[in-house]
């Protein structure tokens, strides 16, 4: 079993920057691969990034691709989304996760936490 919770989500002006941060309690936290996903309001839940149980290998959507930068640190137990160059479609809640495997598909992540709302104005 593992339990995330996010934070640092708020309002930010568009071309700013934001880190979110997931803490994550457990065992094995080590073991599962990290995703962050977000979701507007009246869209499906989307995925962001992801990154490998080690670290060695991340992946983006090509809609953050260049802006965000997926992080981990398995000692301490936490995952960062850095974003960078914000816009107003990036406004969402965002929900990190955590699977058995290194993937984007949200059906193949385990664990969820409860999201941080990230709002960027225009």
């Known amino acids: 079993q593992v339990q995330l919770v996010e934070s640092g989500g708020r309002l930010v002006q568009a071309g700013g920057s934001l880190r979110l941060s997931c803490a994550a309690s457990g065992r094995a936290f080590s073991s599962y691969a990290m995703g962050w996903f977000r979701q507007a309001p009246g869209k499906e839940r989307e995925f962001v990034a992801g990154i490998s149980s080690s670290g060695a290998i991340t992946y983006y959507a090509d809609s953050v691709k260049g802006r965000f930068t997926i992080s981990r640190d398995n000692a301490k137990g936490t995952v960062h989304l850095q974003m960078n160059s914000l816009k107003p479609e990036d406004t969402a809640v965002y929900f990190c996760?955590?699977?058995?495997?290194?993937?984007?598909?949200?059906?193949?992540?385990?664990?969820w936490g409860q999201g941080t709302q990230v709002t960027v104005s225009s």
């Open positions: 996760a955590a699977s058995p495997r290194t993937t984007g598909w949200a059906r193949d992540y385990d664990y």
